[in-house]
């Protein structure tokens, strides 16, 4: 039994010399530093000074990217008898003599889309009802507003279009339909047959903020080109636009000098916190050049919600 009773207080005595280590080591364990602003600030500026971070337009234009589609419309293909014959052509060029002949305005040709292109995702093999190849009239762009894949674009870019086909920000095509169309307002909603998953609507801010001089991206496709981001200020608000045929008579505009050029209608003008403030209608052309010259339009956001109103969203 002593045997016993000797071992049992050895066991205690380790166990206590245990206890008494563990307690030391823990008790002279450093406190934790609290962190104070002034620790945050030199984090803050030792990243700044040491990481390459990207710009403010450069983040904007992220911001909506994954949201910007290309939109293009198909007219029916041409017929051969509605197409002058050279010997016709001849003809009519001995019958009217130059000076009579009305002049013409030229515009640079956009260029063409590949063979590929045009069938891309058709069903026809891009031809028509008639077996003629279907030509893609307009290129613009376009901006999903919503989570279902709805995306408003500019009228004039789908307006009497055979056949409208959106490409998307991973390269899906889907043909797509007009929902609602506003052309006092160059407006249009378009809904798609399918969509990416996980596809990011893009948020909407508001051209109530904006003043001349505010920084402002533009991202579209300009001569089917892009996503293609420019930047530039607000030019200037509450601004009037008439087309050169007459057929558009817009106000209440955004101008704006970021760089636009045929292919970026439709297309969002973004704030520098990456929201939409408005949509891209038109560039003026004194001369009908065809491509920019400094001042560009944007149909504000606030115009485009009360056309369109909640039924789409």
Do not use: C
């Amino acid at each position: 039994m002593k045997r016993v009773s000797i071992y049992g207080w050895v066991s205690a005595a380790v166990a206590l010399v245990l206890a008494a280590v563990v307690g030391s080591a823990w008790l002279l364990q450093p406190s934790p530093r609290v962190l104070k602003q002034s620790d945050i600030d030199a984090a803050v500026l030792h990243t700044l000074e040491t990481r390459r971070l990207p710009s403010r337009t450069a983040r904007a234009a992220e911001a909506v990217r994954e949201s910007v589609v290309e939109v293009r419309s198909y007219a029916p293909a041409e017929k051969a008898a509605d197409k002058p014959t050279e010997a016709a052509s001849a003809r009519n060029a001995k019958r009217d003599p130059p000076a009579t002949r009305p002049k013409t305005k030229s515009h640079p040709p956009s260029p063409p889309p590949s063979r590929d292109e045009l069938a891309k995702g058709d069903p026809s093999g891009g031809k028509d009802e008639s077996g003629g190849k279907r030509k893609v009239r307009n290129i613009g762009s376009g901006v999903v507003v919503t989570e279902s894949g709805v995306i408003l674009t500019s009228y004039h870019v789908v307006a009497d279009a055979l056949r409208l086909e959106v490409i998307f920000h991973d390269g899906h095509t889907a043909e797509a339909s007009v929902v609602q169309a506003f052309p006092e307002k160059d407006l249009a909603v378009i809904r798609p047959s399918s969509i990416p998953d996980d596809l990011p609507p893009a948020t909407l801010g508001s051209s109530r903020n904006l003043a001349p001089g505010t920084e402002v991206v533009a991202v579209g496709f300009p001569f089917g080109i892009g996503p293609s981001v420019s930047a530039g200020v607000v030019s200037g608000l509450d601004r009037r636009f008439v087309s050169p045929d007459g057929k558009r008579d817009l106000d209440k505009l955004i101008q704006f000098d970021a760089a636009a050029n045929p292919g970026n209608s439709g297309g969002p003008l973004v704030n520098l916190d990456g929201e939409v403030v408005g949509i891209v209608t038109a560039i003026l052309n004194p001369n009908q050049s065809g491509t920019f010259l400094g001042i560009g339009f944007a149909v504000t956001i606030e115009s485009a919600g009360i056309a369109i109103g909640s039924s789409p969203f």
